[in-house]
C-alpha cells in the first residue's frame, strides 16, 4: 500500500528527536554531562517527542483503518509489539532491577494498537474518550488508591519508579487525538489535501519529498520499531570505544 511521505518523515524527525535525548540521559548517567534530563527543557524535550510520536501512530492508524485492513492485524501487530516492550522489562529488569520499566511506551503503543479499531468511525465516543483520558489525571492526585495493577492505567503505587512509564490514561488519549486528525487530513486512504499547499514556505523536508534529508528522515520512520529497540545499545557501545564512558 501507499505510504505517505510527510507521516514517514514527521516519524522520522520523532525517532532523531528520541536519540538526542537518549543520548544525553546517558552522558547524565554516565556523569559526563551537569545537564538535568530530567526536568526542565529536557523533560519538555522528551514530552514532546512521545505526543508527536503518538499522534502520527493515530494517524497511521487511521489510514490503515480507512483502507480496510483487518481488525486481525491490528490485533497481530499489538500483540508483537507488547511482546518486545515485555522482552525490554525482562532486560531493563535483570540490568537495573530499580527502576525497570513496567509500563512503557512500547507497552501502551502495543495495547493501543489492539484498541484501536474499535474507534474507527466513532467520531462522538472517541471525542468523549479523550476527553475523560485527558482529564482523569488531574483527579487522581484526590484518589489514594495506587498499586501494581493499575500501573497501566496511570495510578502506580506511592513509591513507584520506572525510567519509561507511560500508562494507557492518559497517553492512549493522545493516540486517539491522532486518530482523529487522521480521519480529518485521510479520507478513504487517500490525502484530504494537497502537498502544493504548503510550497509558499521555504524548501524543508516537510514541504517537498525530493530532498535526501526527507528521505533519510523517512527511512528511519519506517524502520522506528527496529531503530527504538537497537538505539540504546548502540549509542551506549559507541560511547564506549569512543572512552567518552566507562563501562
Given amino acids: 500500500m501507499q505510504r505517505f511521505w510527510e507521516i514517514d ?24 554531562v551537569s545537564i538535568d534530563v530530567l526536568h526542565g527543557f529536557w523533560r519538555y524535550f522528551a514530552r514532546a517527542t512521545a505526543i508527536l510520536f503518538l ?12 483502507r480496510g485492513r483487518a481488525h486481525k492485524v491490528f490485533f ?18 535483570l540490568l537495573l532491577h530499580e527502576g525497570f ?13 489492539i484498541l484501536l479499531p474499535f474507534f474507527h468511525d466513532k467520531k462522538v465516543f472517541t471525542s468523549l474518550t ?17 498499586s501494581i495493577p493499575l500501573i497501566p492505567f496511570g495510578l502506580p503505587p506511592s513509591d513507584f519508579y520506572s525510567v ?3 500508562p494507557l490514561i492518559p497517553w492512549f488519549g493522545v493516540i486517539l487525538l491522532g486518530l482523529l486528525a487522521g480521519n480529518f487530513l485521510y479520507h478513504n486512504g487517500k490525502r484530504a489535501y ?6 509558499f514556505l521555504p524548501l524543508t523536508p516537510l514541504t517537498t519529498p525530493l530532498t535526501t534529508l526527507t528521505s533519510a528522515l523517512g527511512f528511519m520512520g519506517k524502520h522506528s520499531l527496529a531503530i ?7 549509542i551506549i557501545a559507541l560511547l564506549s570505544m569512543a572512552g567518552i564512558i566507562s563501562l
Fill in 9 to 32: 518523515a514527521l516519524r522520522g524527525i520523532a525517532i532523531f528527536m528520541m536519540v538526542i535525548y537518549h543520548t544525553l540521559y546517558d552522558l547524565a548517567v554516565f556523569g559526563q
Fill in 55 to 66: 499522534l502520527l501512530l493515530g494517524i497511521s492508524a487511521a489510514v490503515s483503518l480507512q
Fill in 76 to 93: 497481530k501487530r499489538g500483540l508483537i509489539v507488547f511482546g518486545w516492550g515485555m522482552l525490554i522489562t525482562l532486560v531493563t529488569y
Fill in 101 to 113: 520499566v513496567i509500563f512503557g511506551i512500547l507497552h501502551l503503543i502495543g495495547i493501543s494498537i
Fill in 130 to 146: 479523550i476527553i475523560l483520558l485527558l482529564v482523569l489525571p488531574f483527579l487522581f492526585p484526590f484518589i489514594q488508591a495506587g
Fill in 164 to 166: 519509561d512509564y507511560y
Fill in 194 to 199: 494537497s502537498v502544493k499547499k504548503f510550497s
Fill in 228 to 234: 527504538y529497540l537497537l538505539h540504546q545499545p548502540i
